[in-house]
């Protein structure tokens, strides 16, 4: 479903605050994979996920979704096949906008948007609907402006809006890393529900190494902008935090440290 | 002079408000709708003025020239999206670049004069001073259309694009939605109403002068500061009130500048009043605001608990 590769790319080149954040990270993801992505602050796991959405283009390297060559698309284009949570709550939803005015914007991505309404009564229904299975009380509040949620139930909205139209690929990056452990793990739970009831094709980066177990069936780490490990099937089933551990030192031939910052357990 | 030549010449200023309210729902599309400060406006609204005189008095009716104002609007906004979208100049610098060509475009559509008079016995215009009540049931009919084209507008697909971008632009890309398109269309619709205003503005007063656009970016702006202070009142508020409510602010603030002409005040103050009304009802929700969650008074409360 995703076949990036060789992905490049430095900031500011030329300049003393040059940062080479790709250096030739190769990533193919099957369908319906689940991909979890962990790696040390500035390991260039947003900077992936940004290539794969198109935010700048890439220096080199190539990207592929579903066999679509999407690497000269500007970002609205490439929309058409993502669906994005960021990590900041207020990133993925429009603020003055009303819970169902946003859907309906989602509902529309890659889509031609002409004069007919920007949400119908048949659409409110359906949205009522899938707000209901969220159980975060959002149903009665259609017409609520989002910038009243609270950032566990933007977030929230914001998963469901990636997903109201079945994405090829979902780019989740620490969609959880600014909420309290509690909504946080609601949260997980939301994400995983989604990924698991329409098959989504996803990656999801997280700080936590107990997370990025226990969800997915697809591991990645990066390092100074490469995918440093790989693992799948059975190998991720069984793993634990320790082989993790043992792996990154083999693979980065550093050893763990707390200055590496692999995070949090 | 007693308050009936004021109060006679309500009709006449209640039209020249809805006006520049008219104008302001322009300038609430890009400033308020879109967050873009667009300060082209000081320049399409007296080009409004100058293709509608131009027009009409090459013998076209007030509607075509109405139209064409519209159009000629529509293309000032283009500029400035242009400016912005492409060559990348922040926001109130191409609205500035704009607003300066526009100077010397606006002389050019005046044949080079700086003041074109368009007399009501000569032509049929859509409103004039003259005519008040007739001008002020024409105006209302044109801005009550402009208001329910607006609210059907903003309710589209497009429409909610254009919210959306103004709210939230990384998020409007990642929902796949043309940022730039968006903002150009902002522009040229905003600036396209502002030059309607503009022509209205002309006929109205009877002559098109190319200084008729000095300060209208702050007379939007007050109309809209005005329509939301007083309209904080409602609880509820949809779409078609706040647009109504900028209207109104564009008529009080119409009136208040009647008062301050009838006082006596030099007219050539008028620009400092407007600047100090600005000024104030911009300060004014702020400075509540800040007297009731202040240090000082933190540090008070805090004493007695
Ligand atoms: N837009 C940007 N401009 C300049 N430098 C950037 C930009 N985005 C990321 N970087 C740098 O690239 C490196 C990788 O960043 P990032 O991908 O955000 O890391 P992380 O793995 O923590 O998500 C970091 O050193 C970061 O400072
Ligand atoms: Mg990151």
């Excluded at chain 1, 698991?196 to 700080?207: N, S």
């Excluded at chain 2, 309210?21 to 409004?48: P, W, Y």
């Excluded at chain 2, 100058?50 to 293309?75: E, N, Q, R």
Aim: proline share 2%; hydrophobic share 50%.
């Amino acid at each position: 479903m995703l076949n990036a590769f060789n992905l490049q790319k430095t900031f500011n080149p030329g300049t003393i605050n040059e940062k080479v954040a790709l250096a030739g990270a190769t990533l193919n993801l099957a369908e319906g994979e689940f991909c979890t992505v962990i790696g040390g602050n500035g390991a260039g796991k947003s900077t992936f996920l940004n290539a794969v959405a198109g935010v700048w283009p890439v220096d080199g390297g190539s990207i592929e979704i579903d066999g679509i060559d999407v690497t000269g698309l500007p970002e609205y284009k490439r929309a058409k096949y993502l669906g994005r949570v960021f990590q900041d709550p207020m990133t993925g939803t429009a603020a003055n906008m009303q819970i169902d005015e946003n859907m309906a914007l989602a509902a529309r991505r890659g889509k031609c948007r002409g004069l007919g309404w920007g949400v119908t009564k048949k659409e409110r229904a359906t949205y009522h609907e899938m707000l209901k299975e969220l159980d975060l009380g959002l149903e009665d509040r259609l017409t609520a402006k989002v910038g009243l949620l609270s950032g566990g139930q933007r977030q929230a909205l914001t998963l469901l809006m990636a997903t109201i139209q079945k994405p090829k690929l979902l780019l989740l990056d620490e969609h959880t890393a600014a909420l309290d452990p509690k909504t946080a793990s609601k949260v997980l739970d939301i994400t995983d529900m989604l990924i698991k009831e329409h098959g989504l094709t996803a990656m999801m980066v997280t700080h936590n190494m107990r997370d990025a177990i226990n969800y997915g069936n697809r591991l990645i780490m990066m390092n100074e902008g490469r995918v440093i490990l790989n693992i799948s099937g059975e190998e991720k089933k069984n793993l634990t935090i320790e082989d993790l551990l043992h792996k990154f030192e083999e693979v980065s031939g550093t050893e763990f440290t707390n200055d590496t910052e692999i995070l949090s357990k | 002079m007693g308050i009936e030549t004021l109060i006679i010449g309500m009709p006449g200023t209640f039209a020249q408000g809805i006006i520049y309210g008219i104008m302001a729902l322009g300038v609430f599309i890009t400033f308020k709708v879109l967050n873009f400060a667009d300060l082209s406006v000081d320049g399409s609204f007296a080009t409004g003025g100058a293709v509608a005189a131009i027009t009409i008095i090459s013998g076209k009716s007030w509607i075509y020239a109405m139209v064409l104002a519209f159009i000629a609007g529509a293309a000032a906004g283009l500029i400035t999206a242009v400016l912005h979208t492409v060559f990348g100049i922040p926001d109130i610098l191409s609205g500035i670049l704009t607003q300066l060509a526009l100077y010397s475009i606006n002389l050019r559509i005046a044949l080079n004069q700086p003041n074109t008079p368009i007399s009501v016995d000569k032509y049929n215009l859509a409103v004039s001073l003259r005519y008040k009540g007739y001008s002020l049931t024409m105006v209302v009919i044109m801005v009550l259309l402009i208001i329910a084209l607006m609210y059907w507008f903003f309710g589209t697909e497009v429409g909610s694009a254009l919210r959306a971008t103004g709210t939230n632009p990384a998020m409007s890309k990642a929902q796949g939605i043309n940022v730039n398109l968006m903002k150009s269309l902002g522009l040229v619709l905003s600036n396209a109403l502002v030059a309607f205003a503009g022509a209205l503005s002309a006929q109205f007063n009877g002559n098109a002068d190319v200084n008729m656009g000095r300060g209208a970016i702050v007379i939007g702006l007050a109309a809209i500061i005005i329509g939301e202070v007083i309209s904080n009142i409602f609880k509820n508020r949809n779409f078609a009130v706040t647009l109504i409510f900028v209207v109104c602010g564009g008529i009080l603030y119409y009136i208040f500048m009647a008062i301050v002409l009838w006082l006596k005040m030099p007219a050539n103050d008028m620009k400092l009043f407007t600047a100090i009304i600005v000024a104030l009802f911009l300060a004014v929700p702020y400075l509540k605001n800040q007297a009731n969650s202040s240090f000082r008074k933190a540090a008070k409360e805090g004493g007695k608990k």
